[in-house]
């Protein structure tokens, strides 16, 4: 064990003479310099991304009933833009012309004549052998219908090729039998809804006609391809549904014109809407009987007057096209939206590739011509969502 002690000795020696040199080491090592690093003021703008804005809110989807639809066409009939319940003496008025339209006495003025070509017509339509030739013969027999048809033809809403159509013949050969007999309707209707004067309504007559066509081509599209009924009817239907409107228009305005007296009774928006919306049904309905409609286009034109779904096919083909119809027009007056559009467009039972060519046509083509110097309207067509 004596040997070990020199050995401890030495390495105590070594170790305390290591850690002094160390230390000395660290005392002459110089600290580091201190480095002040200084910011230059700088434009927030470049230094933080911009801000982007919050998205736009989405306007909420507005899913019109078909109430609320009709309210709105016959403010754009009447060149309002709100319909006020009318005050009693209003009333009255209405009351007085659905009456003089009901009584014998006076109902021959405003009830329209039956086309003299209509029973002719009907029967070749019926008959499914009737060629296009016998078609022409009849249109032919009256030169008046001759030149209405041909305007109709001509018009942007049914001509499908760019060179006008100038004979009845030329007619025939391009929109075929089922095309010309849905000519000869139209053309047969045209000279009734002419409205001598429509006072301040102005565009009462041309919004009611572009509503009974469009309304026409929507219910016949629901008969064919739904309902497996009659297009003819149907397109007849809606044509004089949109009658009926002319008629209890033309004797309101009769009824103010009585009264002329009266500053207080100038003619009421309101007051012609309610009559349009409670009668128009019914006096359609007489205008069918006193043409000598089948029962079953009275029984369809009875149906309208009830909020109730129609029971018979053409009932509900014509619901169909007059609620088709008024959202077309809406949407190309620029009154509703497309949003508004694609949520209250009812789809009743038409394929979706079907609902949407037939909505296209409705607001693609203008159903009357376009005068002179003013540019056609052409909205974009939705593409429509059915709702239940």
């Not at 040199?21 to 910011?39: D, G, K, N």
């Not at 549904?241 to 309101?252: D, M, S, Y």
């Not at 038409?350 to 056609?376: C, D, F, I, V, Y």
Request: aromatic share 4%.
């Amino acid at each position: 064990m004596v040997w070990f002690l020199p050995l401890l000795l030495v390495a105590t020696i070594l170790a305390i003479t290591w850690a002094a040199s160390r230390r000395a080491r660290r005392l002459h090592t110089p600290a580091p310099e201190r480095v002040e690093i200084v910011l230059e003021p700088a434009d927030p703008q470049q230094v933080l991304p911009p801000a982007e804005p919050p998205p736009a809110a989405s306007p909420p989807v507005e899913l019109l009933t078909s109430s609320e639809i009709f309210k709105k066409l016959r403010q754009l009939a009447l060149g309002v833009s709100e319909l006020r319940p009318p005050f009693p003496e209003h009333a009255a008025i209405t009351t007085a012309a659905a009456a003089a339209i009901d009584d014998a006495g006076t109902q021959g003025q405003y009830a329209p004549r039956r086309p003299n070509l209509l029973p002719q017509l009907m029967r070749a339509v019926d008959d499914e052998n009737a060629s296009r030739r016998e078609l022409a013969t009849i249109i032919a027999r009256d030169p008046s219908m001759v030149s209405s048809l041909l305007k109709v033809a001509n018009s942007s809403f049914y001509r499908v090729t760019p060179q006008p159509i100038e004979s009845i013949d030329r007619a025939v050969a391009v929109l075929g039998s089922k095309g010309i007999r849905s000519l000869i309707a139209t053309a047969l209707m045209q000279p009734i809804f002419q409205i001598s004067n429509g006072g301040e309504f102005l565009r009462f007559q041309e919004i009611v006609w572009d509503h009974a066509l469009r309304s026409a081509n929507a219910a016949v599209a629901h008969a064919v391809l739904v309902e497996k009924a009659d297009p003819f009817a149907a397109e007849l239907l809606s044509l004089v549904a949109g009658l009926a409107e002319v008629v209890l228009f033309r004797a309101t305005l009769d009824q103010y014109a009585i009264r002329t007296n009266d500053s207080r009774l100038r003619p009421d928006p309101g007051a012609i809407a309610a009559l349009l919306d409670s009668d128009f049904a019914k006096v359609a309905r007489q205008i069918g009987v006193s043409w000598e409609l089948s029962e079953r286009i009275l029984a369809a034109l009875e149906e309208q007057a009830s909020a109730a779904e129609p029971t018979t096919p053409l009932g509900r083909s014509l619901r169909f096209g007059r609620l088709a119809g008024a959202l077309a027009l809406l949407q190309i007056n620029h009154t509703v939206d497309d949003a508004t559009v694609r949520a209250s467009l009812p789809d009743a039972g038409l394929p979706p590739e079907q609902l949407e060519r037939m909505w296209t046509r409705l607001t693609h083509e203008s159903a009357t011509p376009t005068p002179p110097g003013k540019k056609a309207t052409r909205p974009l067509a939705p593409s429509p969502r059915a709702r239940d």
